[in-house]
């Protein structure tokens, strides 16, 4: 598995994408503590009482970043792994699964930090390039078989 240098390539990267995702919930859940807005009555008991059982713009925020995370990295993981097994070459496959991660990356800082438009969706629409290019050349492979 290991021997394919574009396929260990795409596990490094993955595995960021997959802590930074890991992040966002824990900045989700610090605040929701700081907020005081928690999504289950049992939780606002626990800290306080249930009018802190609401809903809260900050924590919305952050939960529509994971969201987004998830619409996004997850169909990167499946496509990053079947254009890995054509054998792409190294540099190419690596300025792929970078352009992603990186643009990713930018795309979480500006939904938290609430960075002047159009940052959020440039890096949006930036991250979606290799996607778009590993997905055009994994159908390429394989459409012989279809």
């Known amino acids: ?11 490094f990267y993955s595995v ?3 802590i930074k995702m890991y992040v966002i919930a824990i900045i989700t859940g610090q605040v929701r503590l ?3 807005a928690f999504a289950n009555p049992e939780d606002a ?3 306080g ?9 900050d924590v919305e925020r952050c939960r529509r970043a994971h969201r987004n995370d998830m619409e ?3 169909p990167f993981l499946f496509l990053g792994t079947v254009y890995s097994l054509i054998g792409p070459s190294l540099a190419v496959a690596r300025a792929h699964f970078l352009v992603f991660f990186l643009f990713r990356v930018l795309h979480t800082v500006a939904y938290l930090c609430v960075l002047r438009a159009p940052t959020r969706s440039l890096a949006y629409v930036v991250a979606q390039v290799p996607c778009v290019s590993m997905a055009v050349q994994v159908l390429a492979a394989v459409a012989s078989y279809a």
């Open 45 to 47: 008991q626990r800290h």
């Open 1 to 11: 598995m290991l021997e394919n240098e574009a396929f260990s390539c795409f596990v």
């Open 34 to 36: 700081r907020k005081k």
């Open 49 to 57: 009482g249930v009018q802190y059982y609401r809903d809260d713009p």
């Open 16 to 18: 960021l994408l997959v």
């Open 72 to 74: 996004n990295i997850f």
